[in-house]
């Protein structure tokens, strides 16, 4: 199964070009494109027409910046020639988080800086570096291969919103389908459990979060006159997020597991084979200890079980000492996170229908749900899942372990609109810093990420007929 | 069992002087003694000096101002004479709630104003009104008697921080607990059940109430990458508050109940007499339905039943939209009204072991109580309450049935300092408005408070032996 592409002439390409790369990115790096400060907008238009000329120069014979209501994309894509060639989408962003020196950064956010072989800038690895790699990894591959197109119909589409919650990034795929049409699309915006343990993410939880207000007294009302004689709204909030779960934390709302695909014996097996360290993983977490539905370890909580969180809860007096009232009203932020097989539209059904249930005469309820993400899975035996990890394999010459992602992400949404699987290739790894001061990326990473680009196109088109 | 003196002298005398009290009253109105402003304070200050000026005119021997931290109270006694005779002291407060014309009120809030027999300011019932008709009553006590002092040593504490939450209060009676000294104290800051319902008050509900802390996550986290494997504050605060209940909406912190003394047939079929209209409660309390402790009536659970209540409930994201947050910390704000019989102190202890053994490994917890208010209970056969029942029989002319306030007071403190009961005289009815715009005093009920006032003091000397 191994390709047929020389891996020392990838190498041997990568490192003569290292350089030019890297200066690249860090010209790149040093535009401050943060999408979530309006003052910053002409900076994240400056990041995709940076983005789309550099991608021209890289010989993608179509780059375009696409306009949203927002921030505007970038899309290029790049024809195989071979009329069987899979297609293949790849999904990363060109904005940012905000970052200031005064947050704790050691450096200038956006004057990148090499130190112990780490690059220090905002977007170091979330996700210009992630997107950049895929550069380089094309022209290796060409190089490489000797070809003059790459092996797959490569498409790429490079979003300006992602860290201001992709408001617009539904409407674009939907309005672009046609041109984003695919056969797999390549996220490049996720890490891997740690620098000695190469792995490959094969899924996201997906979402659904909401407000409920509780409505009692139209106004709030003395607790000594009223109190213990009429339902208080707070209590009420409090009886449902209690409700919510059974004693061994099981979501209790009647219907909520249904559909969920359970772990098999293989993805357990695989989950254990992790190097997990409880005490280390509660420190990342800010955590004092481990809780979760019975039955489950902590990363079968994380990456395979769905859940109900309370974001917010809120109600009545909350200022200094003490205010003896029945509040008029009290409300919860509570989230889902969902798993492959669980329907989101059901699980607001049946939400809806379980608090309906439960409160009693007198308080008056109002739920609003902001949207949802889809969960989406790789199935393990995947022919393009096992290019990915045949490639990585090759890039770090080690085994390649399975991961899975607790959050959730725009890539849903392409799955949804594309209706193709969603595979994930992401160097980064859990120190480097995602949202927080003193972000980095590690270069020898980042270059086992241009080195895996480099094998995955050739691996694709070679092992996966998609006709 | 009726006394001596002659109602209609009374009444003659009250009718002649009707005029000049309102007068004064209305001069003192004008005074807008708004404790919780600070820029009120000299107001305050003007006000207790001119009710010392007024008590002083009335004919009492010693009417002193009384210097506290914050506002001023006002004293004053007139000793009867007789050496057998109980010594009562009538309580009160000389400063008002806020208010201002943009509030709704239709007249100027501090230009008192009688519209069809109504006498409209704020501080006209509550407590302004219902202090002064001691003033006119033990004039007329006086006058009807041809005595030149009262027949009890009467005894007045009017104090200046009431509607700020006496803050110095306890300790300005504990200073004074010598001169204050008393067989009974008489409260007029209550109300009667109507108009046409004359009502005498039995007891106050007692308070504890108290901040509870929990903390879980040293920040706020990401609720993909770690919901649903770390324990959330938010959801264990709701859980507590949950279980603070149980399905009966009994409070199952155990030995709540400890000691509470349970209601008497008689008691309840006293509350029963009450015409009690759900509906109009309702529109009193600005709820929508009737919830509590199951097995009591709506006026046996405010009035006689201890309860728990959410006076508010914080924690994580509460702005617009959503957040996806395992929130660090959340936060409860809980009062217990308490019945007698109930110790305060053990209730505090119980809620606390209660809590800590409720709550998860990784939830941190830090309880503050505030202080706590005694409960108050006259019993039903104790002779002062007799005689209160009397003069208010011959003052308004019917049958006097019983209430109790589900609310807490600064009353209980001076039976906890001075070791006597707590009885309450109030002409105030629901519709006064207290706290609200519009507040008033119906002036028959007022003028039916200052007869009260002068039969009360007779009765009390011939009847209550308290040597």
Request: net charge negative; glycine share 10%; charged share 25%.
């Amino acid at each position: 199964m191994s390709s047929s592409i020389p891996d020392s002439a990838v190498r041997t390409y990568i490192d003569h070009h290292r350089d030019g790369f890297l200066a690249e990115l860090s010209e790149w790096l040093r535009i401050p494109s943060v999408s979530a400060d309006p003052d910053r907008a002409p900076d994240v238009r400056r990041s995709a027409e940076w983005l789309a000329a550099k991608l021209t120069a890289t010989g993608f014979p179509v780059a375009e910046v696409w306009e949203t209501p927002g921030a505007p994309a970038v899309y290029a894509e790049w024809p195989s020639g071979d009329p069987d060639a899979p297609t293949v989408l790849v999904y990363g962003h060109h904005d940012v988080q905000p970052a200031a020196r005064e947050d704790g950064w050691r450096t200038d956010p956006f004057e990148p800086e090499v130190v112990d072989g780490k690059l220090y800038a905002r977007g170091a690895a979330d996700d210009k570096g992630q997107v950049f790699f895929h550069t380089l990894g094309v022209r290796a591959h060409l190089a490489a291969t000797g070809r003059t197109a790459p092996a797959v119909n490569l498409k790429l589409l490079i979003e300006g919103e992602e860290e201001s919650g992709s408001p617009h990034f539904p409407d674009l795929i939907q309005r672009h389908a046609a041109r984003l049409a695919c056969d797999a699309v390549i996220v490049s915006d996720t890490g891997m459990w740690s620098k000695d343990v190469p792995t490959v993410c094969t899924g996201m939880r997906g979402l659904t979060d909401c407000q409920v207000d509780l409505y009692g007294p139209d106004q709030d009302i003395h607790s000594g006159s009223f109190g213990g004689a009429v339902p208080n709204p707070a209590t009420e909030a409090a009886r449902l997020v209690a409700a919510l779960h059974d004693e061994d934390r099981r979501v209790t709302v009647p219907g909520f597991y249904d559909g969920v695909v359970p772990l098999t014996d293989e993805e357990r097996e695989l989950f254990a084979e992790l190097p997990f360290d409880e005490a280390e993983w509660l420190r990342t977490a800010h955590s004092h200890a481990t809780l979760g539905e019975a039955g489950h370890t902590t990363l079968e909580r994380l990456w395979a079980r769905p859940t109900a969180e309370v974001n917010g809860i809120g109600g009545g007096y909350q200022g200094p000492g003490g205010k003896t009232i029945v509040p008029s009203s009290a409300r919860l932020k509570l989230s889902f996170r969902l798993v492959a097989g669980q329907d989101a539209g059901k699980v607001e059904q049946s939400f809806r229908d379980w608090v309906a249930a439960r409160l009693p005469e007198g308080i008056r309820h109002e739920i609003t749900f902001w949207g949802a993400t889809r969960p989406c899975l790789t199935p393990l035996g995947h022919p393009a899942l096992q290019s990915v990890v045949r490639a990585m394999g090759r890039a770090f010459g080690g085994k390649i372990r399975f991961t899975r992602e607790g959050g959730s992400g725009p890539a849903a949404d392409l799955q949804d609109v594309l209706g193709v699987p969603v595979l994930f290739l992401g160097i980064s790894i859990p120190s480097d810093g995602w949202h927080a001061p003193n972000e980095k990326v590690e270069l020898d990473l980042l270059m086992k990420g241009v080195e895996t680009a480099a094998y995955l196109w050739g691996d694709l088109a070679e092992n996966w007929r998609t006709a």
